[in-house]
């Protein structure tokens, strides 16, 4: 009976090192993928909107290619009378250039408000 009970346990304890071990390669394993995708080369397209007119648009475009950094380059994909809309190659996240934008927009000296972000999309209005 007791070497049934042993034997029981030892299947059990090999069991427990086994997930012990699966556990710590899984927790290394996203540890190394989580690193690489954050502090790694990352550049991602980022859709900026703005709202008002040709001028002020401009205007805004011209201020985020001179103050704003992580900008690699930026074209003008419409542009009308009322709204323009860029696409930004952004060395880093979206959020990290809605952090930028939202810390200049809080100055007066800055063209623009910020009106919301959506995934990789930001809208901006002219002052």
Known sequence: ???AQKAGAYSINAMKKLASDLAQRIAK????????????SHQQPVIVGISGNKLQSDNIMAY????????????????????????????????????????????????????KIHGDSIVLSAK
């Open 29 to 40: 394993r996203i540890s190394i993928d989580t690193n690489d995708a954050w502090s790694g």
């Open 64 to 115: 985020m290619s001179n103050w704003l950094v992580g900008i690699e380059d930026s074209s003008v994909e419409l542009q009308d009378q009322q709204q323009t809309k860029l696409v930004i190659e952004y060395q880093g996240w979206p959020e990290q250039l809605f952090e930028q934008l939202t810390i200049m927009s809080k100055q007066n000296t800055v063209p623009f408000s910020i009106e």
């Open 1 to 3: 009976m007791e070497s």
